[in-house]
């Protein structure tokens, strides 16, 4: 019977490595600025310019991150982000992030259409030109909601594979055995 090799390399693990999610901008709530975005602020902004951003950590154009793509919802926009972790400002975000030292979302825009009341300015039409990962946020509600990351830094994560590994292995090597009967 002729020896079969069994051997095999783990190149790496199906995942959502760096991805997060978030609400960029919520609607209806006054921020920290005495500022209200209307729900549909950003409707003709993703018309115009597509649903796809820069992502930029704490509002610093030198420093993008990786990108965001928007969904306007009527309470909020929403987001689905993608950090380039091959940069280390993404992996100092992504740490951050983990650790909820830092959850807070912002958006850097400029006003095409406002009104006034009561002290308030309402937001009603703004042109998107980025969304930001903050430490303080103007919007308190505007948050990552979760964050996705390589299952391999995950300590618990690493042990789950890491069982799942021997069990593969100890299989293997059943086959193997019964293989050479």
């Given at each position: 019977?002729?020896?079969?090799?069994?051997?095999?390399?783990?190149?790496?693990?199906?995942?959502?490595?760096?991805?997060?999610?978030?609400?960029?901008a919520?609607?209806?709530?006054?921020?920290?600025?005495?500022?209200?975005?209307?729900?549909?602020?950003?409707?003709?902004?993703?018309?115009n310019?597509?649903?796809?951003?820069?992502?930029?950590?704490?509002?610093?154009?030198?420093?993008?991150?990786?990108?965001l793509?928007?969904?306007?919802?009527?309470?909020?926009?929403?987001v689905?982000?993608?950090?380039?972790?091959d940069?280390?400002?993404?992996?100092?975000?992504?740490?951050?992030?983990?650790?909820?030292i830092?959850?807070?979302?912002?958006?850097?825009?400029?006003?095409?259409?406002?009104?006034?009341?009561d002290?308030?300015?309402y937001?009603k039409?703004?042109?998107?030109?980025?969304?930001?990962?903050?430490?303080?946020?103007?919007?308190?509600?505007?948050?990552?909601?979760?964050?996705?990351?390589?299952?391999?830094?995950?300590?618990?994560?690493?042990?789950?594979?890491?069982a799942?590994?021997?069990?593969?292995?100890?299989?293997?090597?059943?086959?193997?055995?019964?293989?050479?009967?």
């Amino acid at each position: 019977m002729e020896k079969r090799d069994f051997s095999f390399k783990i190149k790496s693990f199906d995942g959502d490595e760096g991805t997060i999610e978030g609400d960029l901008a919520v609607y209806g709530n006054v921020d920290h600025g005495g500022d209200v975005m209307v729900s549909g602020a950003c409707k003709r902004s993703i018309q115009n310019n597509g649903n796809v951003v820069p992502l930029l950590w704490q509002h610093r154009p030198d420093e993008p991150i990786g990108t965001l793509t928007l969904t306007d919802t009527p309470g909020a926009l929403k987001v689905k982000g993608q950090l380039l972790l091959d940069l280390p400002m993404a992996q100092k975000a992504r740490t951050l992030l983990k650790a909820g030292i830092v959850k807070g979302m912002s958006i850097g825009y400029d006003t095409m259409v406002e009104d006034f009341k009561d002290g308030v300015r309402y937001l009603k039409e703004v042109r998107l030109w980025e969304g930001s990962i903050v430490t303080f946020p103007m919007n308190p509600q505007a948050m990552v909601t979760a964050v996705k990351a390589d299952s391999a830094t995950d300590d618990d994560d690493e042990e789950q594979e890491l069982a799942a590994l021997r069990q593969l292995y100890a299989a293997l090597q059943i086959l193997g055995n019964a293989l050479k009967q």
